[in-house]
């Protein structure tokens, strides 16, 4: 018998496609997970951004995953329900995008202020002597920073 | 539908109201998306490239979004067919997103002059009673913020930080881009009907709250905003009249779709 736990653990195995070292989970797009009384596995996800090329990929992973764990139906909606925040990474999903190299999104509250976009710390050498050169990168959840004292330049989970 | 009202719960006057006014905002994201995407391999530098085309995506991502509601909770045709298959015509986007780049300056000032309407426009609908036109709305002003700040930040480098040459240049096409720009807030009929339902304020207290703003970017950015009284707004958009521009763009975009209809990559 599978109970809602099983499903979380079950997605924690599901990597984000573009960032492999962050489980769907630990992004914080899973927005709802239910087992029904006809023992169908019910998932609503909510994109990072509306644009984000890989939500489709990201869906049938979960679909797939679902699958494999031996429910009588499986069924995956994204939605803007709830709508994501860079606020909804957790604090393992945090260190997990430092492995990747990425510097962490800061918490904020009330309205996103953009000059959180200054003085983001260097994940290589922690300085916070740094600049932004652009606030978009390579994907649409990144930015491009410079550090004035290691002289890398770096990219940070934009703040959302 | 026994009760008269159909199964959406809309009542038909509203649904048609609500329509007109969801295929203006997701047509001019459709088309101001195509033409970011002209700067792809083409921006004065990687990182402009880099966000004009991210900002291609999100565009895109947002009429998406819309063009999905009127899929859903209105029964029209799917986003690819209504996105791809319809005729200069049925679009009521604003000449504004139709002009072809320009100079990176005009692509810049019509950035601008979008992106702040944009973000005031979503920032009224939050809070609108059509309900799954406030969750896009919530979902998206996070990301219009980045365009906005993209656009100010280089409008005022070129203005009020620029030489001679930029802060002429980038007040050549605000004189060019401004008329055009008016033509966003172009009236129509639905606009009481919208009001009246608490759905959207209108496109008149829109103009005012982008002027206001508006005024105060330009000033900052040392540039001159010509006088609203004495252009003539570009008008027509919205009733499916176009410039010449837009039926190609069309028939590029769509070059793929009349090939393949289901082609997936």
């Known amino acids: 018998m599978l109970i809602v736990d099983d499903i979380w653990t079950a997605l924690k195995e599901v990597m984000d496609p573009e960032i492999p070292t962050v489980s769907l989970v630990d992004l914080g797009v899973i927005t709802h997970v239910e087992i029904t009384d006809g023992n169908v596995a019910r998932v609503k996800m909510t994109p990072t951004f509306a644009g984000c090329p890989a939500m489709d990929y990201m869906k049938n992973q979960v679909q797939e995953k679902l699958e494999e764990m031996g429910f009588d139906g499986v069924e995956v909606e994204m939605n803007f329900d709830e709508a994501w925040s860079s606020n909804r990474l957790t604090e393992e999903g945090r260190r997990d995008l430092a492995k990747h190299g990425l510097a962490p999104p800061p918490r904020f509250e009330g309205a996103l202020q953009l000059d959180l976009l200054n003085d983001v710390p260097c994940p290589n050498c922690g300085s916070r002597n740094t600049e932004l050169k652009s606030p978009f990168g390579p994907t649409l959840c990144r930015s491009l920073h410079y550090c004035k004292d290691c002289g890398e330049a770096f990219e940070q989970f934009k703040p959302l | ?265």
Not at chain 2, 15 to 25: D, E, G, P, Q, V
Not at chain 2, 76 to 88: V, W
Not at chain 2, 170 to 188: D, K, M, R, W, Y
Request: aromatic letters at 10%; glycine letters at 8%; hydrophobic letters at 40%.
């Open chain 2, 1 to 265: 539908m026994d009760n008269g009202r159909p199964a959406n719960g809309v009542a038909p006057k509203v649904a048609s109201a609500l329509k007109t006014f969801l295929y203006r905002i997701a047509d001019d994201e459709l088309i101001i998306a195509h033409r970011n995407s002209e700067w792809t391999g083409l921006g004065p530098i990687l990182e402009e490239d880099i966000a004009f085309s991210s900002i291609a995506q999100d565009k895109l991502g947002h009429s998406l979004a819309i063009y999905s509601i009127l899929h859903e909770v209105f029964g029209e045709e799917d986003p690819d067919t209504i996105a791809f298959t319809r005729s200069e015509k049925d679009f009521t986007c604003c000449h504004l997103v139709e002009l072809p780049i320009g100079d990176y300056a005009f692509s810049l000032v019509r950035h601008l002059l979008f992106d702040l309407a944009e973000q005031l426009r979503f920032e009224m609908l939050e809070n609108s009673l059509f309900e799954p036109l406030a969750k896009v709305a919530r979902k998206v002003k996070g990301e219009i913020k980045y365009h906005l700040f993209h656009a100010v930040t280089w409008v005022t480098q070129l203005g009020a930080k620029g030489n001679e040459e930029s802060k002429a240049r980038t007040q050549t096409a605000l004189n060019e881009a401004f008329p055009l720009a008016l033509g966003i807030f172009e009236p129509g009929d639905h606009d009481d009907i919208l009001k009246g339902e608490g759905i959207f304020e209108g496109e008149e207290t829109l103009k005012e709250r982008w002027l206001t703003a508006l005024t105060s970017i330009v000033e900052e950015a040392d540039l001159t905003l010509p006088d609203v009284q004495s252009v003539e707004p570009a008008y027509g958009g919205r009733k499916g009249y176009h410039t010449e521009h837009l039926q190609p763009l069309l028939d590029e975009m769509a070059e793929v779709f009349r090939i393949d209809p289901g082609a997936e990559w």
